[in-house]
């Protein structure tokens, strides 16, 4: 490795955690510490909303999609866009008149605690499983290419040490350390992106760009008749997607605390809406890089390359293909992704035990005689050692644990915006009914996950939310008959 990569990937990894919490000003409260004080610009929300929900495998991921598909992730971002604005218009007003810090905290004002209990459990368990193999994953192409660049280190130990970094942040600095961070973060690698889209495009050659320009990869759907399998027709990236954006950002505390921290309910629709058109750029930036590699080696498949998936695509260009210094940005980039996804789901997971099991917390804290913002700092500890218990523990498991721990987060989002809707736009529903629905819509759905294979096929990622959601709604008519034909 270079020094100037070095000296890159280090200032960044030092200088970022004390500019996160220089910036996240002091800390005197537990409301502070998980909520932001609610003072903070809506720009920096709608650049952490970025952050949060991409990762190391986003940014690696997509260009190697691209590759061999074209655009089709912006495709999908269309329907994200349509999502996040049913999101804006529909459910924030409920939560901001609900003067909620954890979003299930509104189911439980409507259903009941033990309602608002058992989904902040289902968030927490898929949380932990979800961003456990996203942490593992994501250390992967990191590790590798650090060891391309003559610096091997252990797998293990490069999440430590992310970790440990992220961890020190996010526990002194709480939600504003997170949000800002996450706006540095972002900032990073698409300053990364964008420098290798103008390195491709300015070594291109004429007929390279000519290649490009009249090939078919700039269209945004599959024109497929499998509208339940593949995940990128108009169907399912346009109304699936917008249906699993609602789900993400409108049920899931790891996004939706970052809305509630806004200043107002205005500045909320903004970041929502906001960010959705920034993931869509974001999407389209990386595709782009996937097609100029198309190019650059003359529409060569990736085996004939010599790589073993698409996943190795851009790790190969970051090593082989960019400038020292500029390849440290890269490396410092995907780092980055890591870091704020694993930041914000510290935080997210933090406020909803303290805030969903407030009682408990306040009974431990006594009896551990720690002050309540002590207590919630040590909370963020244990979750970081969890997370990466978790990590390690997908490391040593095959295809099907790996799988399960992908596809998990999608399996309870369908329930969860079942939950959400009858709340909100059903005023006969009952906490009787929906929390029994809830609990075989999981059930069911873990079920699907697991061993359905239409046509030997996975069922596309895309449809898995609205499977669920409509399985949910049909679990609570189906309790409701029950109770009402008992009395």
Known sequence: MSAIALSIICIYCLGLPLVAFALSGRQDSVSTYVGGRHDLPWWAICLSLVATETSTLTIISIPGVAYGGGMVFVGLGVGYVIGRALVAWLFVPHYFS?????????LGQRFGQAMERTVSITFLATRVLAEGIRLFAGMLPVA????AMDLALPQWLVMVVIVGLTLGYTMLGGLRAVVWSDAIQLGVYV????????????????LQIHMLRHSNRFHLFHKSRLYFLDPYTPCAAMIGGAIMAMASHGTDQLLVQRVLAARSLADARKALVGSG???GCLFAMLSL???LLWARNDEKSLAAMGLPASDALFPDFIVHGLPHGLAGLLVAGLLSATMGSLSATLNAMASATLLDFAAPCRAMARWMRLSPLGFARLVTVLWAIILVLAALGF???HGPAVVFGLSVASCAYGPMLGAFACAMFDRQADGRD???????????????MMF?????????FTWLVPLGGGIMLACVWIMRGIRRGRA
């Open 98 to 106: 609900g003067r909620v810090g954890s979003v299930y905290q509104y």
């Open 144 to 147: 590798a290419i650090l060891s």
């Open 191 to 206: 300053a990364g992106t964008m420098a290798c889209i103008a390195l491709l495009y300015h070594h291109a050659t004429d």
């Open 277 to 279: 058109v920034l993931v």
């Open 289 to 291: 890089v996937g097609m």
């Open 395 to 397: 490391a040593r498991s």
């Open 434 to 448: 929906v929390l029994p629905a809830f609990i075989m819509a999981l059930a069911v759905m873990c079920g699907a």
């Open 452 to 460: 359905w294979r239409p046509h030997g096929h996975a069922i596309a």
